[in-house]
């Protein structure tokens, strides 16, 4: 056997043993899922606090189309993941729901937020939910969203920082 088919043996070897322990880990991790997701939501509090946004509770449509009157829930929040509307919100059933998401809010706790529009009123339910119903309503979206939402924060921050450091070199006349 010539160099070329050792290497490609030994590559071969390596494609198994690392299929063999990416489907263990995959086990591992789908059975932690729930504890990962929750351990994520308590870290991110400080972040949501600072890019969290203020998301509508109920407002009016106007014959443009144009909403007026908001009125907005007064903690912040960042949308992690959407999903299929149910058929009805479970504080109403009279009223059925347009639009559904997971949201993540400036305390660490994760809601579903119902919205339900009759024709001139918006309105919407925040139900609570834990870290295991929203992995199993809306996937494995909402570790990747909340990954990603740290990590363009992380950005960010290094990017700001970087640029003050400029300034501040500039304004006391050292090298940058």
Known sequence: MDEIEAGFEKLIEKIEE???KSAE?????KENDAK???RMTKSAVPVIKTIGLNMLKMGKMDTKGELYDPMYYPRKMIILGKTDPAAFRPD???KQVTDQF???SDEGKLFELMYSFDGFLTDSYLNPIDAKTA????GYDVLFMLYRA???Y???EEELIEALDKVIGYVFARKV
């Open 18 to 20: 690392t299929r063999g």
């Open 25 to 29: 880990l995959s086990v591992q991790v």
């Open 36 to 38: 990962l997701l929750t």
């Open 92 to 94: 109403s059933p009279d």
């Open 102 to 104: 997971c949201v993540l």
């Open 135 to 138: 992995i199993d309503h809306y």
């Open 150 to 152: 740290l990590s363009d």
């Open 154 to 156: 992380l950005k960010g």
